[in-house]
T-cell receptor
Framework: GAGVSQSPRYKVAKRGQDVALRCDPI?????LFWYQQALGQGPEFLTY????????KSGLPSDRFFAERPEGSVSTLKIQRTQQEDSAVYLC????????????FGPGTRLTVT | LAKTTQPISMDSYEGQEVNITCSHN???????ITWYQQFPSQGPRFIIQ???TKVTNEVASLFIPADRKSSTLSLPRVSLSDTAVYYC?????????????FGSGTRLLVRP
């Protein structure tokens, strides 16, 4: 079956531009996560949705980062006024039950801010 | 949250068995041990999870001693395609904290 998909796979933005990254989770998965992965490091948690409710956004690094999942399926991570330190791979993951440690990850979006 | 320590990198050859050990000295009673694998340009993939003793699936085995302060991921007869980063994670199996905490992982290089 289809896994988690993310688009675009690669994004180059000039500093100061806004970007929107899309995640299509596995159909029916109630939990959706966003992680940020810097080069050579493990993924770091950004935010969590259970259906359409954003239950945890403690990992968002600044108020320039905003995530939504309005209908409980597709999610968008938006970064406003991008900075060079935002350059990273942004990973989306979903799971079938809340709190499960088996999460299914997408391929990620590699964001480069120039 | 229990902190994990694992080797930064390991080298192996095709056909060998690879054992990656993870230390988690302050693991809590309700914590499980979970391993993920990440290939270049892909997201992490769940490999195996266990609480105690031994767990085996079609991909790997996980050995957990009685004190649970460490665990060993065993990959039988590795191939070139097993070259990846392997992450050891420790946390409650079902928990309201939801998020996975990754360290830097172990970079496994399998040579021909």
């Amino acid at each position: 079956g289809a896994g988690v998909s993310q688009s675009p796979r690669y994004k180059v933005a000039k500093r100061g531009q806004d970007v929107a990254l899309r995640c299509d989770p596995i159909s029916g998965h109630v939990s959706l996560f966003w992680y940020q992965q810097a080069l050579g490091q493990g993924p770091e948690f950004l935010t969590y949705f259970q259906n359409e409710a954003q239950l945890d956004k403690s990992g968002l690094p600044s108020d320039r980062f905003f995530a939504e999942r309005p209908e409980g399926s597709v999610s968008t991570l938006k970064i406003q006024r991008t900075q060079q330190e935002d350059s990273a791979v942004y990973l989306c993951a979903s799971s079938s039950t809340a709190g499960a440690r088996e999460q299914y990850f997408g391929p990620g979006t590699r964001l480069t801010v120039t | 949250l229990a902190k994990t320590t694992q080797p930064i990198s390991m080298d192996s050859y095709e056909g060998q068995e690879v054992n990656i050990t993870c230390s988690h000295n302050n693991i809590a009673t309700n914590d499980y041990i979970t391993w993920y694998q990440q290939f270049p340009s892909q997201g992490p993939r769940f490999i195996i999870q266990g609480y105690k003793t031994k767990v085996t699936n079609e991909v790997a085995s996980l050995f957990i001693p009685a004190d649970r302060k460490s665990s060993t991921l065993s990959l039988p007869r590795v191939s070139l395609s097993d070259t990846a980063v392997y992450y050891c994670l420790v946390g409650p199996r079902m928990d309201s904290s939801y998020k996975l905490i990754f360290g830097s992982g172990t970079r496994l290089l399998v040579r021909p």
